[in-house]
């Protein structure tokens, strides 16, 4: 497969997915001395591989509070809910994030306990982490190890709240899942550099998805098309474009849906029934098409925003070919001064 | 001004602020039972503007728990903090759209106490609600009058809670508050009529907005800018511009800011500070321009969405003239089955 080295891929997921009995071992032990919410913080990419957590939360707990938040908004507002009771929950690859140094520095004075995945080793964020967990990452697998991450995490602190029996099925299961994730790439790498050929000079892309998988919509718009190809894009629920967006699409207006194995999925078939009326130009990428360690539908709902990604990841690196626009080039971000 | 009965809107306003002691009267006698949480529920402008409630929430209550979800969403994943024990939110234009009644029906028929406002009378919803409160209102003036019921519910719920002392000095002020947006959309309006010239054949506008406001910049993305007019946007909050919107930024980029009065109104800053290097084509909507019948920074904080609606309303209206487009034509929402 075109830019990808898989040795490296399976070394990756497989050191995050093995940081599971340190992970274990911090919210035991949280639990023990009991807390009172948990707080997701991020900022962009981080921010949005949280809201599947939310919603898997919402769909499973009615036990745990939690709140996802963007960073500097977290900051500057004043969260009420927020107490030295409260379990903080961070990602970042660099180590160096502004906005979420900032933020865990915070929370870490306030006598929060702060949990922290890192790809980067020995970086600033280490001073404000009462748990570290790193792993190494880059930008074109780092969800597989956010995830692996958080997923492990919430699981951990549902099952001790008695709300997930299952806990020990799905971390068995989540460890066999790198080569699924390989055969899942390759499976729709020929898909996605075809696509890639016919998405070379497409200035303007809708992003549909709904449920667990809406933070993944969100984070491939905004992270991916925005910002690592400057190609315009809307991301929008699968819910809520029936209130605005549906009247913009014509006959070649490029939709892209993301399609889950949660409780939404028919949501996304309203939205298919609707653009294939009037679009020739949708394109699907269906988590449910890719074969999992596992065959429960409640795992499979689980896992489902690292398949996306992980699938979705192979659109990215052949665009960046056809379209001569590597992911890393920014021309403001870190550049210049605001 | 330019298509706007300036009675007929006072009248809108004052009925819908003179449902004060209906909704006090609710409130009191469900704080009086109980109450486990509160549900915002809607779908496109009424799931928008309950944003801003979520956030005045947050940044004033550490007791009650309150959820903001989208109506299809909230029905399909079966949210597991929702119970008998729920209050559940509605607004409604029309009293029969479909998302709503259903899940009005399925919240009342769980035990739980649906309150609704209404612009309809005797319409589907009544049916579902164990609380109603109606008043006249149409598209161009409906955000005040929901605005006027759900910030005084809201506010009712955090006084009886012991939360929001000035209670009686905000719908003091408040019941003063028609001719004050009046003079706000006198003093927009020529400003507004202008842009509309000058956006007439514009394609593509970023609306950015953060805090109380996020959910105005959503709203009048999708809901004026995509619906009503067919233009293409990118909402995108203050916070998470920077990380991967701001790549798409050129010197002919319309960036619209909803500048607010809230704790975020730094980051709204930083925004301004960043696209003012690069675009020549920034537009300002400030609350904060803008008299009203308090000084109280709270107050004219919790506003400050009906506030921005008011003041962009005369934007919608001058933008239907210019693009010969009126506000009220679909092609496909409510046109064609899906």
Redesign the interface.
């Known amino acids: 497969m075109y830019d990808i080295d898989l040795n490296h891929y399976t070394e990756v997921v497989d050191k995050a997915l093995a940081l599971r009995p340190q992970i274990e071992a911090a919210v035991d032990k949280i639990c023990e001395e009991g807390y009172s919410n948990i707080f997701f913080i991020g ?3 981080t ?1 949005a591989h949280s809201l599947p957590m939310m ?1 898997w939360l ?5 036990r745990i ?1 939690a ?1 996802s938040v ?4 977290f900051m ?6 927020f ?1 030295k009771d409260s379990v903080c929950v961070f990602s970042t690859r660099s180590g160096n994030t502004k ?1 979420i140094l900032a933020a865990a520095k915070f929370c870490k004075e306030a006598g929060a306990r702060t949990l922290v995945y890192v790809s980067n080793e020995n970086t600033p964020i280490y001073e404000f982490a009462d748990y570290i967990f790193q792993s190494p990452a880059e930008d074109p697998n780092l969800c597989e190890a956010i995830y692996s991450y958080s997923i492990t995490l919430l699981a951990r602190f549902m099952k001790n709240a008695g709300e997930f029996p299952k806990y020990d099925e799905l971390v068995e299961g989540m460890s066999k899942l790198t080569p699924y994730l390989i055969r899942a790439k390759e499976q729709y790498d020929p898909f996605c550099q075809d696509l890639a050929k016919k998405f070379k000079d497409v200035n ?1 892309h809708m992003i549909v998805g ?2 667990i998988l809406w933070g993944e919509a969100y984070d491939y ?3 991916i098309l ?2 690592m190809q ?1 190609i ?3 991301s ?5 474009f ?8 014509e006959e070649d207006t490029s939709v892209i849906l993301f399609y889950g194995e ?3 999925r ?2 996304m078939d ?2 298919s ?2 653009v294939n ?2 679009s020739k130009e949708v394109t699907v990428f269906d988590t449910k098409t890719v074969e999992l360690p596992f065959t429960d539908p409640e795992f499979r709902k689980i896992v489902s925003p690292m398949v996306i990604y992980t699938i979705t990841e192979r659109l990215s690196a052949h665009l960046a070919k056809e379209r001569n626009h590597p992911l890393t080039t ?4 870190r550049q ?1 001064e ?1």
């Open positions: 900022c962009g990419g921010y919603y919402e769909t499973t707990s009615s509070n709140y963007i960073a500097a908004e500057a507002m004043g969260h009420k809910k107490s906005e303007y709904g449920g718009a905004m992270c925005e910002e400057w315009k894009t809307k929008i629920h699968a819910c809520e029936f209130h605005g967006t549906l009247e913009l699409v949660d409780e939404t028919p949501l309203r939205v029934n609707f009326k009037v920014r021309r403001y971000y210049i605001y």
